[in-house]
Antibody, heavy 120, light 112 residues
């Protein structure tokens, strides 16, 4: 069965950096686009980024463009999100989600999430 | 960005009775490939969201047939035939027709 396990969440000060990970299993990781989505009590659910199945294309929400970088290692079945220049408003639970299929927009399975807290 | 607006934001329902949630998008969700990428998600307290419905009306794997989706263009509806205790939580609509993907504010379903 599909499993997505995020890790790496932490408490950081504004301006700090962090890399969070998502370990995937139960499906052919290298065949699917992968997404990051975050959730805050105030703003609800916010899509953050997508990386194509082969890493060739990446898209970001305007709120994180230039600060966050999505990447993947298909040999390790792992998705990453590098978070730089962190702000208080980046405080959220970060979920990874599996794309629905080649050229099929959207996602289906979600991980349990990892909490990133940005506070001075 | 496409704005997704859900109504109501809160829905108290009696067990065994039907429930309905509406979602409206600020522009048409018809993709250039002819499909409409409107999904419904359900989130129980303390859990991640899970996919219920994709492309307006297709139930995801394992989703009971009590759940149904309908609509077209900019107006969509999620219906629960007979609400069960396990259905409590927050329901979200989401569009994946265009980047950035966007979500509705969520509708909290609670039992009266």
């Amino acid at each position: 069965q599909v499993q997505l396990v995020e890790s790496g969440g932490d408490v950081l000060q504004p301006g700090g950096s962090l890399r969070i990970s998502c370990a995937a299993s139960g499906f052919t990781f290298s065949s699917y686009a992968m997404h990051w989505v975050r959730q805050t009590p105030g703003k609800g659910l916010e899509w953050v980024a997508i990386v194509w199945y082969d890493g060739s294309e990446k898209y970001y929400a305007d709120s994180v463009k230039g600060r966050f970088t999505v990447s993947r290692d298909n040999s390790r079945n792992t998705l990453y999100l590098q978070l730089n220049s962190l702000r208080a408003e980046d405080t959220a639970v970060y979920y990874c989600a599996k794309g629905r299929g080649t050229s099929i927009p959207g996602f289906d399975y979600w991980g349990q999430g990892t909490l990133v807290t940005v506070s001075s | 960005d496409i704005v997704m607006t859900q109504t109501p934001l809160s829905s108290p329902v009696t067990l065994g009775q039907p429930a309905s949630i509406s979602c409206r998008s600020s522009q048409s969700l018809v993709h250039s490939d002819g499909n409409t990428y409107l999904s419904w998600l359900h989130q129980r307290p303390g859990q991640p969201p899970r996919l219920l419905i994709y492309k307006i009306s297709n139930r995801f794997s394992g989703v009971p047939d009590r759940f149904s989706g309908s609509g077209a263009g900019t107006d969509f509806t999620l219906r629960i035939n007979k609400v069960e205790a396990d259905d409590v939580g927050v329901y979200y609509c989401m569009q994946s027709t265009q980047f950035p993907y966007t979500f509705g504010q969520g509708t909290k379903l609670e039992i009266k």
